[in-house]
Each structure stands twice: as structure tokens, then as C-alpha cells.
């Protein structure tokens, strides 16, 4: 007789089996049964939606726009993000062929693997990096092949260090930057040093640019932008984090039109359309939103620079994000792995952060801490975790 949990296993298939949970998770379902927490863990605004965005979205369910739009989404929707993204990030796309809208960034990253990889292809995915595109590649059929970055060259990937990582079964390489976790990004120099290895072995982008709005230092340079690189780049972007529209699920895929029509094929039969009504609330967001955007970026950046300093003052080496809203400390001189130093810090003081090995290589000895609060808890998070420190020398 066999047994009834190999039954069981035999139920599932065995790539999402060897899938591994979501390793933030775990360190957020401990805090959810804990009191006076502060969590600096959650990756999104603390601002709502900003009300007129909300009323555009009402209004539309009070007109009775409660349809299905085109698959790609609605039209004036898509005309909208392409005259956005022309003027804030100088790349022209049709909105008819080269546009497509989707349930939150994450289906555009998703849709993408899914439309060029075949079975055994190799992505290279630069660390650290958000949790979902190496379970993305893998459930694609995909191979992630990681290439790491360090706080000492301030989490920047280089042209060298993606090449020695490409092989005959490279397809396409992961790009975020503004980066999740470390708040790195990259310059039109830095980037422009990657083009000639992408051009070399004819590689695909993947570009996550969800923090373009989100950079502090420098205008955000799309790698789309860059001489020749249109054709070969898919560009993910969205509403979550620069709008405060994280729970509308919406987001947007840029590509050329034999890639994005391959998307454009999965979205259909997997999802059908992005939801009507936070389309018309993203339409209003960005004719009328922006100037809010500025307001909320001034917000994290002031934000920043009061834990960047924060943190220096109580003796952990943190370098200096340039964009997004998220801190990448290094904890290594306590000597406790990422894990345990945040497992310590959740039990002990009530923070939770998220240790920096669940995003993957290079992220060890460091834990991810989103500012994205309210400076009054920032600055009693800082006083919990010098308590910590204390009590660790």
C-alpha cells in the first residue's frame, strides 16, 4: 500500500514542491501575533491612496463601468502611461502594440518568463534582489543563475561580473534598480557599461523599474532609453509603490510588439484584464497625481537620510540608498547570521526587519529595513536596536 502522504506529494508538481516559501513571510506571521511591534518589514507606503485617485475609482463603479476592458486594458488608459513614460523617462512606446496593463507588476515579471523561456534557459538574476524572480524563472521553466553584489561597490552590478556568468543557455538577464533590497540604482554610465556584454550575447532585459519615481539623487535613467536597447528590454513598472496603490494590484508591461503580443497571449487566457476600476483610478493618478508623488518622494528621502544616519550613529555600516524606501544595514559584526540577528530583534525589542539572506546572494549579514513609516516609529526603532546592540557587545 502507499503511503497516504506520498499520495499526497504526488498530488503537487514536483517544481512548485521545490519551490521554497516566501522567506518574508515567516518573519511577518510571527509579528501578526505579537503586540507593540514596529515593523520596518512591509515594503509599501504608509500613505493612503490619495482621495482624488480613490474618487475617480468610485465614480466609475457609480457609472456602471463594472466590464471587462481589452485584454491589454483600457485604451485611455494606455495612451496615458505611454505619454507618461515619454515625458518623465524619455522612451516612446504605442500604446496599442507595446503596452499592455497587468495585475500588479509582479504578473508583468511573471508573464515575461513565461513568454520567452524554454525549458532549461538561463536567467541571470543580479543580487540581492526581490524574493520572486528566482521562483518566477524556476516555475517559467527557467534556471536562475545568480550573480551577487556587495555594500562595498554599493550593491552595483558590473559588466564583468555578468559576463562570467553567462553560458551558451543564457537568455536573458533580471534587472531591478531602484533596487528592493538595497535601494541601490544605476547611473547612464553604469548602465551603459552593461550594454555592450547584452548586445554581445543577444540577451533579453528584464528591466523592474516599479521605483523609478523613487530615486533621490539623480533622474531615474530607463535602461530602455539606452541607444539600442528598446528591442531587447522588457520594462516592468507600475502604481504600487511611487502612487500608494499597492492593494489596487496594478501595473503596466512596456516591450516590443512580438513580445509583448506573447504576453499579451497568457494575460488573456490566465487573467483576461487588470480590474476595471482601479484602471480608471490609475488614469486619474496620472493626470492629476504627480505632484503628489514629489511630496511623498520628499517624504522618504528625508526619511532616509535621517536612518542612514541613524544607523551610522549607533555603529552599523549602512551605505547610502539612492532610491525606493528601503535601509540594507550590515549586521555582520555581531557576529549572528541575518536570520537569527532579526529573529532576536523581533522577540526582544518588538522590530521586525527582514533578514537580508532571503534575498539571496550578497544579502547575508545584512537585514532589509523599509523606511516607508512614520519618523516617529523610525526613531524608536533605532532606539530599540541600539538596545540590541548594547546588549550583544
Known amino acids: 500500500m502507499i503511503p497516504s502522504h506520498t499520495k499526497q506529494n504526488n498530488r503537487l508538481s514536483k517544481r512548485v514542491q521545490a519551490i521554497k516559501p516566501s522567506g518574508i513571510r515567516r518573519f511577518f506571521d510571527l509579528a501578526s501575533k505579537m503586540d507593540n511591534i514596529i515593523s520596518l518589514g512591509v515594503g509599501e507606503p504608509d500613505f493612503v491612496t490619495p482621495w482624488h485617485t480613490r474618487e475617480a475609482s468610485i465614480s466609475s463603479l457609480e ?3 463594472t466590464a471587462y476592458s481589452a485584454n491589454a486594458g483600457l485604451m485611455e488608459l494606455r495612451q496615458e502611461i505611454s505619454y507618461y513614460m515619454e515625458e518623465r523617462f524619455s522612451v516612446q512606446y504605442d500604446p496599442e502594440t507595446e503596452v499592455l496593463v497587468t495585475v500588479g507588476a509582479s504578473e508583468g515579471i511573471d508573464i515575461g518568463m513565461r513568454a520567452i523561456l524554454d525549458e532549461g534557459d538561463e536567467v541571470i538574476v543580479v543580487e540581492p534582489s526581490f524574493v520572486s524572480y528566482a521562483p518566477l524563472v524556476e516555475m517559467a521553466g527557467g534556471v536562475p543563475v545568480s550573480v551577487g553584489t556587495s555594500i562595498e561597490h554599493d550593491f552595483k552590478v558590473t559588466a564583468s561580473a555578468i559576463e562570467e556568468a553567462i553560458t551558451d543557455k543564457t537568455k536573458a538577464i533580471m534587472l ?31 528591466s523592474d523599474e516599479i521605483y523609478a519615481e523613487l530615486t533621490y539623487d539623480h533622474k531615474h535613467v530607463s535602461f530602455a532609453a539606452l541607444p539600442g536597447m528598446k528591442n531587447r528590454t522588457i520594462l516592468i513598472q507600475g502604481f504600487s509603490k511611487a502612487f500608494a496603490m499597492t492593494g489596487w494590484r496594478l501595473g503596466f508591461v512596456l516591450a516590443p510588439p512580438d513580445l509583448l503580443a506573447a504576453m499579451l497571449k497568457i494575460h488573456q487566457y490566465s487573467l483576461m484584464c487588470a480590474p476595471t476600476m482601479a484602471q480608471f483610478g490609475a488614469l486619474e493618478a496620472l493626470r492629476q497625481g504627480l505632484d503628489e508623488v514629489e511630496r511623498m518622494k520628499q517624504s522618504y528621502k528625508q526619511r532616509r537620510n535621517f536612518v ?33 540577528f532579526a529573529e532576536k530583534l523581533l522577540m526582544e525589542e518588538r522590530v521586525a526587519v527582514v533578514p537580508g539572506s532571503v534575498f539571496g546572494q550578497g544579502g547575508e549579514g545584512h537585514i532589509r529595513c523599509s523606511y516607508a513609516t512614520s519618523m516617529d516609529h523610525l526613531e524608536q526603532a533605532i532606539e530599540r536596536i541600539d538596545a540590541l546592540l548594547q546588549r550583544l557587545k
Do not use: M
Open 63 to 65: 457609472r456602471g463601468f
Open 176 to 206: 531591478c534598480f531602484p533596487n528592493n533590497p538595497t535601494g541601490s540604482t544605476l547611473n547612464r554610465e553604469e548602465l551603459n557599461e552593461l550594454v555592450n556584454v547584452i548586445e554581445k550575447h543577444d540577451l533579453i532585459v528584464f
Open 308 to 340: 542612514v544616519k541613524s544607523f551610522a550613529e549607533i555603529g552599523l555600516t549602512c551605505h547610502r540608498p539612492e532610491g525606493a524606501f528601503y535601509a540594507f544595514p550590515s549586521i555582520e559584526k555581531t557576529g549572528l547570521t541575518s536570520e537569527a
